[in-house]
C-alpha cells in the first residue's frame, strides 16, 4: 500500500521551524514583514489572501495589507509597489492575482524589487534559478520538493516526469529538481497538452509531478509500480453525494493510481497546505538577507 505523503503534517513541522527563526530573528531586533496587495473584489482572492495574513500573524511575521478598487489604474498599482520596496519595514511583497484586465501583470511582476519577490517570479529570480544561483524559489514547487525530500525520496539519478509547463509550477519544478544540489539532480522531462501519448513518458517515470489543472488526469494505467506522485492539481468537480454538490480533486486518479504508487500526496491535504509555508519561509529568508545586505 501506498505511503500517503501528509502535506499539512510536513507544513506544520517546517512552520515550527519558520516560528523559531522569527523569535531568533526577534533578539537581533529583525522583525519580518510581508505586503499583500489586493486589487478588485474577487472572493477567491480575499479568502486567499486572508488566508495568508493569517499564518503571518500566527508565525509572528508582519502582515501590511493594501487593499485597491476594482478600477485602480496601473500607475497607481505600480506607484504603490515602488513604495513598498523603498519601505525598510517591508521584506516581501505579494501581489494577489488575477488583476483587473487594465493592468499588465507582467508589467507588475516586474516591478517588484527582486529582493523581495517573495513568490519568486521577476525574472531575475526566474534566471538566477535556471543558473543555479541563491535565489527565491516559487512556492508551489518548493513545497513539491519538500514533500519529497522530507518524506526520506530523494529525487537523484531518479526519471521526474512532470505533466504541464506553466511558469507558476511546470517549468520551476523542471529547474529546481534538475540543479546539481542536495534534493535534485534528477532527470527531467516535461509533457504537456501538445504532448502526444503521455502516458507513454509517464510510464517511464519514478516521480510524477501532475500540474496540468485536468481533474483526475493521470490514470493508473499511465503509471507504473511504485511511482511517487505528487499532485499539485486543485480541480472542482461534480458530485450529487456531497451536500455542496461538489468535491475537490486533483489531476491524478488517487483511488486508482493509490494502488500502484509507492507514495502519493491526497488532494486535498497534499501539495495545498505547502504553498503559503513556503511563502512564509521565503519572507523570513529575505529578511535575513536585507539585514545581512544594511550591515
Do not use: W
Request: aromatic share 2%; net charge positive.
Amino acid at each position: 500500500m501506498a505511503i500517503i505523503i501528509d502535506g499539512k503534517a510536513i507544513s506544520e513541522s517546517i512552520r515550527a521551524e519558520i516560528a523559531e527563526e522569527v523569535k531568533r530573528l526577534a533578539r537581533r531586533r529583525i522583525h519580518p514583514g510581508l505586503a499583500t496587495v489586493l486589487v478588485g473584489d474577487d472572493p477567491a482572492s480575499h479568502l486567499y489572501v486572508r488566508s495568508k495574513r493569517r499564518t503571518c500573524e500566527e508565525l509572528g511575521i508582519t502582515s501590511i495589507h493594501h487593499e485597491l478598487p476594482k478600477t485602480c489604474t496601473q500607475k497607481r498599482l505600480l506607484a504603490l509597489i515602488a513604495d513598498l520596496n523603498a519601505d525598510p519595514k517591508v521584506h516581501g511583497i505579494l501581489v494577489q492575482m488575477p488583476l483587473p484586465k487594465q493592468i499588465e501583470e507582467a508589467a507588475v511582476l516586474n516591478a517588484v524589487d527582486p529582493a523581495k519577490d517573495v513568490d519568486g517570479f521577476h525574472p531575475v529570480n526566474v534566471g538566477k534559478l535556471l543558473n543555479g544561483e541563491e535565489c527565491f524559489l516559487p512556492c508551489t514547487p518548493a513545497g513539491c520538493q519538500q514533500l519529497l525530500v522530507r518524506s526520506g525520496i530523494d529525487p537523484a539519478g531518479k526519471h521526474v516526469v512532470i505533466v504541464g509547463r506553466s511558469n507558476i509550477v511546470g517549468k520551476p519544478m523542471a529547474a529546481i529538481l534538475m540543479q546539481k544540489a542536495p534534493g535534485a539532480n534528477a532527470t527531467v522531462t516535461i509533457c504537456h497538452s501538445r504532448t502526444p501519448n503521455i502516458g507513454a513518458f509517464t510510464k517511464q517515470a519514478d516521480i510524477i509531478v501532475a500540474a496540468i489543472g485536468s481533474p483526475l488526469f493521470v490514470k493508473a494505467s499511465m503509471v507504473k509500480k511504485g511511482v511517487v506522485v505528487i499532485d499539485v492539481g486543485q480541480n472542482r468537480i461534480e458530485d450529487s453525494t456531497k451536500k455542496s454538490g461538489s468535491r475537490l480533486v486533483g489531476d491524478v486518479d488517487f483511488d486508482n493510481v493509490v494502488k500502484k504508487a509507492s507514495a502519493i500526496t491526497p488532494v486535498p491535504g497534499g501539495v495545498g497546505p505547502m504553498t503559503i509555508t513556503m511563502l512564509m519561509k521565503n519572507t523570513v529568508e529575505a529578511a535575513k538577507r536585507s539585514r545581512q545586505t544594511r550591515d
